[in-house]
């Protein structure tokens, strides 16, 4: 709105400089997927259909669906912010968590001072579903 009325610019994209971190993860008990493989499956195949939407539509198309989300906020500018996410590459293509990417995640949270040391990436991160789900 700002950038739109001519009062403030965009000098840099956080988003953009920071590279790619998983802002949105999902994780559940190992016994919990261990029982519930089908659930798991489904519900990871559904996250990649929308990952895959997101790709394959214009913003103006993401802004008309997401628009009752946003109800005070005009649809052109709704549209500019989502092609700003598109510009910077902010969606991810698949819901696969590569291991460069979670250890970036993990910095953050250190310097942010929310974890005090790493996890190991083999023990914690499954990404079995979601290769399942881009086959």
């Given at each position: 709105?700002?950038?739109k009325?001519?009062?403030?610019?965009?000098?840099?994209?956080v988003?953009?400089?920071?590279?790619?971190?998983p802002y949105?993860?999902?994780?559940?008990?190992?016994?919990?997927?261990?029982?519930?493989?089908d659930?798991?499956?489904?519900?990871?195949?559904?996250?990649?259909?929308g990952?895959?939407?997101?790709k394959?539509h214009?913003?103006?198309?993401?802004?008309e669906?997401?628009?009752?989300?946003f109800p005070?906020?005009?649809?052109?500018?709704l549209?500019?912010?989502?092609?700003?996410y598109?510009?910077?590459?902010?969606?991810n293509?698949?819901?696969?968590?590569r291991?460069?990417?979670?250890?970036?995640?993990?910095?953050v949270?250190?310097?942010?001072?929310?974890?005090?040391?790493k996890?190991?990436?083999?023990?914690?991160?499954n990404?079995?579903?979601?290769?399942?789900?881009i086959?």
């Amino acid at each position: 709105m700002t950038q739109k009325q001519g009062k403030g610019y965009m000098v840099a994209s956080v988003g953009e400089a920071a590279g790619e971190i998983p802002y949105t993860a999902y994780f559940a008990k190992k016994s919990y997927i261990e029982q519930n493989q089908d659930t798991i499956q489904k519900f990871t195949n559904a996250i990649y259909k929308g990952q895959q939407w997101v790709k394959e539509h214009s913003s103006k198309e993401i802004a008309e669906v997401i628009r009752s989300f946003f109800p005070d906020t005009d649809i052109e500018m709704l549209a500019t912010a989502i092609q700003s996410y598109k510009d910077i590459d902010a969606w991810n293509d698949t819901p696969i968590l590569r291991q460069e990417v979670f250890e970036r995640l993990e910095e953050v949270m250190i310097m942010a001072g929310e974890l005090k040391e790493k996890a190991p990436y083999d023990k914690i991160v499954n990404n079995q579903y979601a290769e399942e789900a881009i086959k």
